[in-house]
C-alpha cells in the first residue's frame, strides 16, 4: 500500500522517548513533565459542571463562543496593553499548540523559512515542516541569558524567511525577553516583513519582580502578530486542552476555516468554564499562588544544582531550569541516560529542544517540592560517586 511520506518528515519527540525508557523504573522521579503539576481550581470545575447542566453539549461557533472571545479581549486589553476585536481578531483553539500550524498554513508558501530561536518548543519546528516550510534554528546563548538578539537574528534572516516564532517566558530556559528585547525584533521584524507568533503561555509565571511583555502591543506591531496563548499553564487545565490567538482578521479568518475542516470547535462546555474562569477573581488568586510556590522550587533547584557542581542560571520566568552539565564530559544524552538508571531521576536532554540545547538539561519543576529535594539528593550522590564534578 503507497503511504503519505508527511509525517516522516518529523520525528516524535525526544521527551516522549525519555517517557519511554522511564516506563516501570520504580521509585523514578520526573523531572521531565511540561505540566503544572497543580489540580484545576475547583470552581472552574464547577463552571464546567453548570454548563453540562444548562445543556451546552452543542456545537460552537468554529471560532469558539463569543462569550470567552469576548472575556479573552477583555483579558487581552486590561492584560497586555492589545486590542483585539472578539468578532474577527480572535479566536479559540483546542490548546495552543494547534496555532502553529494552523497560523502558518495562512500564510506559507513552500520552502519558506521560519526563524526559531533555540533551544525551543519541541512542536515548532515539526508544525513549520507540516506547514511545507523549513524551520532555522537561531541560537540564544547562556552568557546572553538565552535571550533572543537582533544581532544573532541577522546572521539567519535571507530571502526566503516569512516567519519568526518567540517565546517569552521560554520553555525550555526560563528565558524572559526584556521590553527593549522586544523592540528591537519588532524592527527587525519590519525590516524585513516577517509575520511573528508571539507564544506566551507562560506569562503568568515570572520571578524576581519582573513582568513578562507581549510584542503585539508595541506601535503598529499588532498587524503582523499571532500572539498565541491558552488555559494549560495559567489555570492548570492542561487536559481540558483550551488556547486562543489573537490576530489580524485576514489571519483569523483562514485559520478559522482551518478550524472548521478539523476539530469544528473546541469543546463548548469547556469554552464556557473558562469564559467564566477568566472573570473570576478566585483564578487569579489561584494563578498567584502557584507562581509562589513555582518561585519556592525555583530557588531550591537553582541553589542545589549549583552547589552540586552543575552550573546554572536563575531562570526568570516558566517552570523550568537550564543546567550546563557539559562540563562533565558526559553528552546531555548519556547525562539523562545515567540519571534514569543511577538516581531514578527523569530529566530531558537539552538537544531535545534543538542544537542549541546540547550540553545542558532541562528540569522541570512543576514537581512537589519534597521530591524536588529528593530528587537534588539523589543526582548529587551519583555526580559524586562518579567523580564527574
Ligand atoms: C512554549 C509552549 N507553547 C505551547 C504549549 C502548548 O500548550 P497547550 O497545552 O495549550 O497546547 C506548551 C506546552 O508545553 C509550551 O511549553
Redesign the pocket.
Known sequence: MALSDRLNLVNPSEIRKLFDLAQGVEGLISLGI??PDFDTPEHIKEYAKEALDKGMTHYSPNAGLMMLREAVSKKLKEQNCIDADPKNEIMI???????FLMGLSTFLRDGEEVLIPGPM?V?YGPAVVLAGGKPVEVPTYENNEFRLSVDELEKYVTEKTRALII?TP??PTGAVLTKGDLEEIADFAVEHDLIIFS?E??EHFVYDGIKNHSIASLNGMFERTIT?N????TFAM?GW???FVAAPSWIIEKMTRFQMYNSTCPVTFVQYAAAKALEDERSWKAVEKMRREYDRRRELVWKRLNEMGLPTLKPKG?FYIFPRIRDTGLTDHEFSELMLKEAKVAVVPGSAFGKAGEGYIRISYATAYEELKEAMDRMEKVLMEKGLV
Not at 491558552?230 to 499553564?233: A, I, R
Open positions: 511540561g505540566e483553539l483546542t490548546g495552543a499548540n494547534q496555532a518548543f512542536s517565546n521560554n520553555n507564544d503561555v507562560y498565541v491558552g488555559f494549560s499553564k492542561t486542552r483550551l488556547g516558566a
